[in-house]
């Protein structure tokens, strides 16, 4: 006799599928950090198809056609109402990545993957000689095919959005513009009262000798500090920092010294320790369910800019740390004040290149990226154009003109990388970021005198609580509206700026 199978055996299937595909692909992000910090040279011959290999099987797993028959029994609505609130995450996400993998034809991936590795090789060397016209066939193939991706997975709306999608699920291009309009607008008038104060800010105690093992020694500080458990994790050296993780609790993050400029390691650990702290932070019991994870990309980069901007580079930090960093470079701060160290990690410079940029023109950099790739994807303008597009959009956000191709539409891997729709997720994350910040201040009006005593965990808790609980099971711009009360909109960005460069550049 057949026996029909309940609901309970449904839900332990799909979540045993998914827990072996979740562990075969954090089984994979130890090759990949593996090979960012340890891998000796050589060892990159086969690491290359053991990657390709693991990725196959992962992809093969989890796009088993038996997933999908799982997710159609669990969504019909007689099912779904005995779901608990858990197990319907589960489903919503899953279905959402699993029809992302499987609607794809495989010519159109292996295309794309194709296009991509070719496109980056033409564009490290395109860069060199500084010419973005050895680089043009290449981002016109690699364009084609994105716009076919958003044709197979977008589901009506703007092709641009359907790309946007899988970086910051449920946002939209129309949702952005006005944000972004508004940012542009106030950040432009902010750059003229900066340059009008005539006043540049004194960056000199930064550029020291500052010996490496003690810089890394007071990168430890101030993670512990912040609340990184070196039992669930731990930091070492790459070319450029990140983060990554095997679950909860065994989180990586790297970061990378110069001896003669004390900011860019302890930034770059402040930043990927925002984001660890997020990873670290997630419920035991969403790992290996497909919600183990941060949120989108804008949510994962408010924590780490929280951290390092909002946190990191004011007063109240340097208030804690300066006496702490003494200790390891007695001779070097021995004149500087907490003023000082915040006046000197605060410059801002317009510049042509966007990973040098200082927290008010970055954003900047972002929304002309967003605006000409949109434009582009949506077929407003073409390839060829980019370089003329850019120069000119350059000249109206920044005042300025890049001397050649490497210095403006080149200095970027993204879009070589098939990474289109990726670019305003860093601009978000400062605007959630903001708001996030002044929802903080709100709830603990001391705030600003526990950090300068160092009581960073008061900051935790409270994105513990209103942040990390939820994983991957609410999208970034719902998972700020519950913490804050509101949709996500820059105004709290705009004015966090305008106070804190106002007060370092005297106006
Ligand atoms: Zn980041």
């Known amino acids: ?21 979740s562990d075969l692909g954090q089984a994979a992000a130890v090759l990949g950090w593996d090979q960012e910090t340890m891998m000796p040279p050589k060892g990159a011959m086969f690491r290359a198809t053991q990657q390709a290999a693991l990725a196959g099987v992962i992809h093969e797993r989890f796009t088993q056609p038996r997933v999908g028959e799982l997710l159609s029994a669990l969504e019909a609505p007689d099912t779904w109402t005995q779901l ?3 197990d319907r995450a589960i489903v919503r996400v899953n279905r959402r990545d699993y029809d992302r993998a499987t609607k794809l034809p495989a010519a159109l991936v292996r295309d794309l993957a194709i296009a991509t590795t070719e496109g980056v090789e033409s564009w490290r060397k395109a860069r060199e000689e500084s010419r973005f016209d050895r680089f043009a066939p290449n981002l016109r193939r690699i364009v084609d095919l994105k716009r076919q991706e958003a044709g197979y997975i977008g589901s009506g709306a703007s092709p641009y959005d359907a790309l946007l999608d899988e970086y910051e699920p449920g946002m939209t291009a129309a949702q952005l513009q006005p944000i972004f309009v508004n940012l542009r607008q ?3 008038s902010l750059l003229d009262r900066i340059d009008r104060s005539g006043k540049p800010l004194d960056r000199t105690v930064l550029q020291q000798e500052y010996a490496t093992p003690k810089q890394l020694a007071f990168t430890e500080v101030v993670l512990r500090k912040m609340g990184f458990d ?11 920092p990140f983060t990554t993780n095997f679950g909860p609790t065994d989180v990586r993050i790297t970061t990378r010294v110069d001896e003669h400029e004390l900011g860019m390691a302890l930034y770059g650990s402040i930043h990927e320790g925002g984001h660890a702290l997020y990873e670290q932070g997630i419920p035991l019991e969403l790992a290996r369910t497909g919600l183990g994870n941060g949120s989108s990309l804008g949510t994962h980069e408010s924590q780490s800019r929280l951290w390092e901007n909002f946190i990191g580079r004011s007063e109240m930090f340097w208030t804690w740390a300066l006496p702490l960093l003494r200790q ?19 410059q801002v410079e317009r510049s042509y290149i966007r990973v040098e940029a200082d927290e008010v023109t970055y ?10 790739e949109r434009r582009l994807i949506d077929g407003e303008i073409q390839v060829d154009e980019l370089p003329s597009v850019w120069n000119e959009m350059m000249g109206q956000y920044l005042g300025l003109t890049p001397p050649n191709d490497r210095l403006g539409v080149l200095q970027d891997t993204h879009w070589a990388s098939g990474l289109i729709g990726y670019f305003p997720t860093y601009s978000l994350g400062n605007i959630y970021a903001a708001q996030l910040w002044a929802a903080l201040h709100r709830d603990i009006p001391d705030l600003d005198a526990r950090i300068s005593r160092g009581e960073f965990a008061v900051v935790l808790d409270w994105l513990r609580q209103r942040i990390f609980r939820y994983g991957r099971s609410l999208d970034g711009a719902d998972i700020v509206e519950r913490a804050t009360g509101e949709a996500p909109n820059a105004t709290y960005l705009v004015e966090y700026l305008n106070r804190k460069y106002g007060a370092l550049y005297g106006f």
Request: no cysteine.
């Open 84 to 86: 608990s609130d858990l």
């Open 230 to 240: 070196f039992e669930a994790g731990r930091q070492d050296l790459s070319t450029h």
């Open 1 to 21: 006799m057949a026996r029909v199978t309940t609901v309970a055996e449904l839900v332990a299937e799909l979540r045993a599928r998914i827990a072996e595909a």
């Open 363 to 372: 954003n900047l950099h972002i929304i002309l990226r967003f605006e000409i």
């Open 186 to 188: 106030e950040t432009v």
């Open 328 to 346: 390891e470079f007695p001779v070097q701060v021995a004149n500087a004040s907490p003023e000082r160290m915040t006046a000197a990690v605060n």
